[in-house]
C-alpha cells in the first residue's frame, strides 16, 4: 500500500516538477537573463522609462524630441577597447546598408553611454566620428541624471561590472525601440534581422 | 543528537541558524564560484542534517514513510535542478523576495526531503543517485568551462570558467572516493541494513 502511494507521488512530483521548469523557461527555452529579456520584449513590449541625454552637439534631447518612430539603441562606453567598437562599427556598417534602402529617414541610431563619469559630449564626437557617422541618423549621448540612467539600465536588464582594469563588463544589444516600446533586442551579429524587422516596421509605417 | 519529540524550543536553533546562513547568503553571492561551491551545498546540508533527525520521530514516521525515499529525493532534484538554470541565478541576485524563495527551497525541499529520504533508499537507488550526481558535476562543468558567452549577467566570464574548473576538480575527487570502496576488500553492505524498502 505505501509503496503504491509512494510511486503514484512519485510520479505526480515529476509531473509537477517539469511543469515548474517548463514555466520557469518558457517551454525550455528559455535558460539566461539575456534570453528572457529577449523573450519579454517579443511577446510583452514594455514602455520605456523617461530619459534625457546630451548629445554631441551639447544638445539636450529625449526620445520625443527625435521625431523618429523607430530608434535602435546600444550601450556603450568610449574608453572601451573592444566590445563598444565592433558596436560601434556594426552600427556604421547599419547606417549605409539603411541608406541604402532609403530608409535612414525613419530610423535613429543612438549610442548611449553608461559610463557617466567619463564620456562626455566631446568623448562621444571622436567615438562617432570614428565609425564616420551621419549625426542626422546617428546621435551619442551622455545621460546626466545618474537616477535615470540607472532606472533605464535596469529596465533594459543592462548589468555593467567593473572588468578590474579600469573598463567594464556589459551584455552588449541593439534594442529595436518603436514608438518608445522595446520590441525586440538583437545580439551585435544580427544586422540582418535587425534590417529585415526595420523593413517590416517601414511597412506598417 | 536526535529530536524524538517535536517541541517549539528545539525549532528555535534551526531557525536561527537558518537566518544566519541565508544573511551569509547574499555575501557568498558576489562571488559565483562560492555562491554555488560553498552557499549551495550549505543550505542544502543544513536542511539535510536536519531532515535526518526527523526520520526517527514517532508520530512522523508513517507519513515520512510515503514521502521519504524516492518522492523526496524527485522533489530535491527538481528543485536544485530549478534553481541551477542561470536565468533564476540572476534573478535571486537582483530581487531579494526571489532570493528568499531560493533559500528556502535549497534548505527545506532539497537538503530536508534528501535528509528524510536518504537512509530508507535502496542501496542500488543511491548509489544510481551518486553516479548521477557525478555526471550532472561532470556536465555542467565542461557547460560552464566552455560556454563563450556570459551564462548569468551579474558574473564575470573568468569567474565562470573558474566555477568549471572547480566543478571538473571536485568530479575528479569525488569519482576517486566513490571508487575506493570497490578496492577494499569486504563488502560494503550498509544498504542491505535497512530493508525498509527491498
Request: with cysteine; glycine share 8%.
Amino acid at each position: 500500500m505505501k509503496l503504491w502511494l509512494s510511486g503514484l507521488l512519485s510520479l505526480c512530483i515529476t509531473a509537477a516538477g517539469l511543469f515548474v521548469l517548463a514555466a520557469g523557461t518558457h517551454g525550455y527555452s528559455v535558460w539566461t537573463e539575456e534570453g528572457q529579456r529577449r523573450w519579454q520584449a517579443t511577446n510583452h513590449p514594455q514602455q520605456l522609462p523617461l530619459f534625457e541625454w546630451r548629445n554631441q552637439h551639447h544638445e539636450e534631447r529625449s526620445l520625443a524630441t527625435l521625431n523618429k518612430p523607430i530608434v535602435l539603441l546600444d550601450f556603450i562606453y568610449t574608453s572601451c577597447p573592444t566590445v563598444c567598437q565592433l558596436m560601434g562599427y556594426e552600427f556604421g556598417r547599419l547606417q549605409t546598408l539603411l541608406k541604402e534602402k532609403q530608409l535612414d529617414h525613419s530610423v535613429q541610431l543612438l549610442s548611449i553611454s553608461f559610463d557617466a563619469e567619463r564620456d562626455t559630449p566631446a568623448t562621444m564626437a571622436e567615438y562617432l566620428k570614428r565609425y564616420r557617422a551621419n549625426t542626422a541618423h546617428w546621435e551619442g549621448g551622455v545621460v546626466e541624471d545618474k537616477g535615470r540612467l540607472s532606472e533605464l539600465l535596469e529596465h533594459l536588464g543592462v548589468v555593467v561590472l567593473p572588468d578590474g582594469q579600469g573598463g567594464y563588463v556589459h551584455n552588449a544589444a541593439f534594442y529595436l525601440v518603436y514608438e518608445g516600446r522595446v520590441i525586440s533586442i538583437f545580439d551585435r551579429d544580427q544586422l540582418q534581422l535587425i534590417l529585415e524587422s526595420i523593413e517590416a516596421l517601414g511597412q506598417v509605417i | 543528537m536526535q529530536i524524538k519529540r517535536l517541541n517549539y524550543l528545539s525549532l528555535v536553533t534551526p531557525v536561527l541558524i537558518g537566518m544566519v546562513l541565508m544573511g551569509v547568503m547574499r555575501w557568498f553571492e558576489q562571488s559565483l564560484v562560492v555562491n554555488i561551491l560553498v552557499g549551495y551545498p550549505l543550505l542544502v546540508y543544513f536542511g539535510f542534517y536536519y531532515g535526518r533527525e526527523l526520520i526517527d520521530h514517532r508520530t512522523l514516521r508513517s507519513t515520512l514513510d510515503v514521502i521519504g525515499g524516492i518522492p523526496g529525493v524527485l522533489v530535491a532534484t527538481f528543485t536544485l535542478a530549478f534553481w541551477m538554470i542561470p536565468r533564476w541565478v540572476d534573478a535571486s541576485l537582483a530581487h531579494l523576495n526571489i532570493a528568499l524563495i531560493k533559500y528556502l527551497c535549497l534548505i527545506l525541499l532539497v537538503g530536508f526531503s534528501l535528509g528524510c529520504s536518504w537512509s530508507r533508499m535502496h542501496f542500488i537507488t543511491k548509489a544510481v543517485l551518486k553516479i548521477e550526481f557525478l555526471t550532472m558535476l561532470f556536465r555542467l562543468g565542461w557547460i560552464y568551462m566552455i560556454s563563450p558567452d556570459r551564462l548569468c549577467n551579474n558574473y564575470l566570464l573568468g569567474e565562470q570558467v573558474l566555477l568549471g574548473k572547480s566543478l571538473l576538480a571536485i568530479g575528479f575527487l569525488l569519482m576517486i572516493v566513490l571508487c575506493l570502496p570497490l578496492f577494499v576488500a569486504e563488502r560494503d553492505d550498509q544498504g542491505l541494513e535497512n530493508p525498509k524498502l527491498t
